[in-house]
């Protein structure tokens, strides 16, 4: 069996190709450190600079936002500090609390605020990738840094509101960062040449070195004269700054840059133009995960960053356990290690580059500068609790530590770039430049009209869900009576939220009213989604749910029986644009941009409880809780206008489409879009399994979603008693994470289709699966390994948003195996689905108000058990392919 080597040129040998080179740059003057290609590498420079110095600010501030950062036992120091350098500490405290807030946050806490910024990082890498393949290195990195700088002017404000917006804020920031990391790796695809590849590269890594050594060096001056806050204001600040500089200043391409010399721009592209093929190939998946030289980059790349990251947070707050110094001499002792960094980061390119034109091989090369860069760096960290404590030692094993450290910037991280330069993204992003080539793509019509339902579903999925939340204000008692160790929660004001007394059982009936309506309407919208123009329908439709959230309150003036009236009628509203918007993408979805498009729709579901959590309970709060209905309803009644103005039923019909863009989608659905409706096959439907799998399975979903969706604020205010403002932003995380999964998926499943690596049938099982059966393993945690307040968050968190994989499994089945029928079908298992939904509802009020001590172990378990037998179902059954009694017999569109 043949096998598949990954080299960066297939015929030539690295000699070879450092030769050609040779001769290239002795044939022609090119310009050297004053060109254009080091520009953009200080520019890139100043990027991750500002990159990581936000990233970084909290190391240095922790010290002066908490009230105690220190561990008596780990300081076992027998030398006095030289000088002033020992001054008095809690002097020091008292002085900046003074200029800003302080916090009692344990070191659990600070550490869990620490990471919580590697969480995006670690999800955004591949799809930053993906992005610069897609818009460009220079939109990605700018709008990634200026979405960095703005959430970094956020942090204190978000401090002071609570902690719980303080992670979530720095989780976002991490989506940035992450975006800003993983995307500016393209750029030196086009733009460095082989000879010059370490030291651009190190040009622009070392970068994040110097603004850490700089935030720590500057840092406790500002904390001493302005307080903490300014850190965060003035490197924010600089972040936009630096922004606007990149948007002007750096091009993605050399021969698209408009002030590079004629004689620069021939030496790049000639150098790259057997490694940069103009012709997009497909990603060698399979050759990859059997490569033992791209395995070893990983692994490696790895453990040094766990090195360097242990470097970045807890310097600070270790040289405070061991010295107990002021903040000023804190900043000023961390930046030491990364100032030298920073020199042996830039020398250590130059070394490469000087080892390669010397003719060392270049595998030798990377090699060495891994080496020095891992080995030296563990073993003086590793040595430095076994030696003596004294002031001197610690800085200098420190420095050494951490100075060294960046000298694998011109080893294995640019190891990618020699492996594979055609896939170097690839490599550093594990994800493709790009599906499809010479067609519109997010700035597209149809990307347009997702984006459109998207905030069509965010809207109608706030107004059903902010009842489950302000429910906890409209009534005097939302948890089970006689439940032990219970405790008294904060009440609002009385005048501003007006107190219901309405039993567990009326408020179950209250929650799960709006599935009625939305019962009622599954069948005929199905039907009637093929025969007549959706525009009117679910414009109308959404205008109506609007207006009836905005007569929510009143109608719970009036009594509990009004709001529920109002509720089913807005679920027949809400039935009404949830199902007939499936029927849309049978016209204007290409086959391979399915997962895609629907998942940015359908993660508007997601994205509303989120935005509904996070704010309402500060609505409740400030506002009272009919402010919450009223804001969302003429929300609601805004965007119903913006429907009617920019939607079109068929993409034929769109006035400002281009033609190429109207060609492509009628092209790619040739045979599935029939001029006329057939009648329904009903017994066809009634015997066919895989349709019977869908519908099973989403009865699954909705009976998991709805379950989890109406009652995580009373499981948060049952078992963890907080106030209503926390628990909404304690709720609201699950559904931020949710919609991150939800559009990741998308992405992922076109991928694995247009690469070929599954079948259909196997991407909608593999996502279906990821989907249902996650969740049941997190309530299984929840339930049995969640022993603390964060605990029990993280697993809730990730049950609810586990879920939002199934966008791209039985959501979108139906459309690959009856496309003709796709309305009517989901539609159908929609209806069952929502039967599903009510009966969770309900059933978990009666179960909380019938037995409060073991309620939501029945509860879950019960859930449990549906999930697993749904999917399994599924799994068996589910096709991928038109089935015979789906498919056009006449009428055909060629």
């Known amino acids: 069996m043949s096998t598949v080597e990954l080299k960066p040129i297939s015929k030539q040998s690295e000699d070879t190709l450092d030769m050609q080179v040779d001769k290239k740059t002795s044939s022609q003057k090119v310009p050297s450190l004053c060109a254009i290609r080091y520009g953009i590498a200080l520019l890139a420079h100043f990027a991750n600079f500002t990159l990581i110095a936000q990233n970084s600010i909290i190391s240095i501030t922790m010290v002066a936002m908490v009230n105690n950062t220190d561990q008596s036992h780990v300081n076992n120091s027998t030398e006095e500090l030289p000088g002033d350098l020992n001054g008095d500490q809690h002097e020091a405290s008292t002085h900046l609390s003074a200029k800003a807030p302080v916090y009692n946050w344990s070191p659990q806490t600070q550490g869990i605020i620490f990471s919580s910024v590697q ?35 956020c942090i204190p404000p978000a401090a002071n509101l609570g902690l719980g917006l303080l992670l979530a804020a720095r989780a976002v920031q991490g989506f940035t960062q992450g975006a800003g990391y993983g995307g500016q790796f393209a750029l030196w695809q086009r733009w460095a040449p082989p000879q010059e590849r370490s030291r651009l590269c190190s040009i622009a890594l070392s970068g994040m070195v110097l603004g850490i050594f700089v935030v720590l060096l500057v840092g406790g001056v500002i904390i001493q004269a302005l307080g903490w806050p300014f850190v965060f204001y003035i490197f924010g600040g600089f972040g936009c700054g630096c922004s606007l500089l990149w948007f002007i200043l750096v091009y993605d391409d050399p021969a698209s840059h408009p002030w590079i010399s004629s004689s620069e721009k021939e030496y790049i592209l000639s150098s790259l133009h057997q490694q940069i093929s103009s012709e997009e190939q497909s990603l060698p998946i399979k050759a990859m995960l059997k490569s033992l030289p791209l395995w070893t980059m990983c692994l490696g790349t790895t453990t040094h960053q766990w090195l360097v990251n242990t470097y970045i947070v807890y310097i600070p707050t270790y040289i405070s356990y061991v010295f107990k110094i002021n903040i000023r001499d804190n900043g000023f002792l961390s930046s030491l290690p990364f100032f030298i960094g920073w020199v042996v980061g830039i020398l250590g390119g130059l070394l490469a580059d000087f080892l390669l034109s010397k003719n060392f091989r270049l595998v030798t090369v990377r090699k060495i500068l891994t080496v020095l860069g891992n080995l030296p760096s563990a073993a003086l960290i590793v040595s430095l609790p076994y030696i003596q404590f004294s002031y001197v030692t610690t800085i200098a094993f420190l420095t050494l530590s951490c100075g060294l450290a960046p000298l694998c910037q011109s080893g294995i991280y640019i190891n990618a770039l020699d492996l594979a330069p055609r896939s170097s993204k690839g490599l550093d992003t594990i994800i493709s430049e790009k599906f499809l080539s010479g067609v519109p793509g997010f700035c597209s019509f149809r990307y347009g009209l997702a984006v459109v339902l998207h905030f069509c579903n965010i809207v109608i999925m706030a107004q059903r869900v902010c009842l489950n939340l302000t429910m906890v204000a409209m009534v005097n008692r939302t948890e089970p009576p006689h439940l032990p160790n219970g405790s008294a929660v904060e009440r609002l004001d009385d005048g501003k939220n007006p107190v219901y007394s309405w039993s567990l059982d009326i408020q179950g009936l209250i929650l799960s009213s709006v599935f009625f309506g939305m019962v009622v309407v599954q069948i005929p919208v199905g039907y009637l989604s093929g025969l007549y123009p959706m525009k009117r329908i679910l414009g109308f439709s959404m205008l109506l749910s609007s207006v009836l959230s905005m007569l929510i309150p009143p109608a719970a003036q009036a009594g509990a029986a009004f709001v529920i009236v109002c509720r089913v009628l807005q679920g027949v509203a809400q039935g009404i644009v949830s199902t007939g918007q499936h029927e849309i993408w049978v016209k204007w979805a290409p086959p391979l941009e399915r997962g895609r498009l629907t998942s940015m729709t359908l993660s508007g579901f997601v994205m509303g409880p989120f935005i509904v959590l996070l704010v309402s309970g500060f609505i409740c709060d400030l506002l009272g809780w009919p402010m919450v ?51 329904l096959p009903i017994k066809a439907m009634l015997r066919s399994l895989p349709l019977w799998a869908i519908i099973i399975n989403t009865f699954a979903f909705i009976w998991s979603n709805s379950l989890l969706v109406t009652y995580t604020p009373t499981f948060i205010n049952t078992v963890l008693h907080v106030n209503i403002r926390e628990n909404g932003l304690l709720s609201s995380l699950s559904y931020l994470l949710a919609y991150i999964c939800g559009i990741v998926a998308g992405q992922l499943a076109d991928f694995l289709l247009s690469r070929k690596i599954f079948s259909v049938a196997n991407v909608r099982k593999l996502f279906s699966t990821l989907g249902i059966l996650s969740p049941v393993i997190f309530i299984m945690c929840l339930l049995y390994l969640s022993s603390s307040f964060y605990s029990t968050i993280i697993f809730l968190t990730l049950a609810n948003s586990t879920l939002s994989f199934s966008f791209c499994g039985q959501h979108i089945n139906a459309l690959d195996i009856a496309p003709s029928y796709y309305g009517f079908i989901k539609a159908v298992s929609a209806l069952i689905g929502m039967i599903g939904g009510l009966i969770s509802s309900a059933v978990a009020g009666l179960i909380l108000n019938q037995d409060p001590e073991n309620a939501w172990h029945k509860i879950f378990f019960l859930m449990s058990g549906i999930n697993v037998t749904c999917l399994t179902f599924y799994n068996v059954f589910a096709k991928g392919e038109i089935q015979d009694w789906a498919k056009e017999t006449k009428n055909t569109r060629l």
């Open 629 to 679: 209905f009223y804001i969302f309803g003429i929300f609601g009644c805004i965007l119903s206008l913006c429907w009617f103005l920019l939607f079109y039923d068929d993409p034929k019909d769109h006035p400002y489409m281009s033609s190429r863009e109207k060609a492509y989608i009628t092209s790619s659905l040739p045979q599935q879009v029939s001029s006329r409706r057939q009648s």
């Open 119 to 153: 969480y995006g990082m670690m999800l955004m890498q591949g799809p930053g990738g993906f992005l610069a393949g897609k818009i460009g290195t220079k939109k990605v990195v700018g709008i990634a840094l200026l979405g960095s700088s703005l959430l970094t002017l």
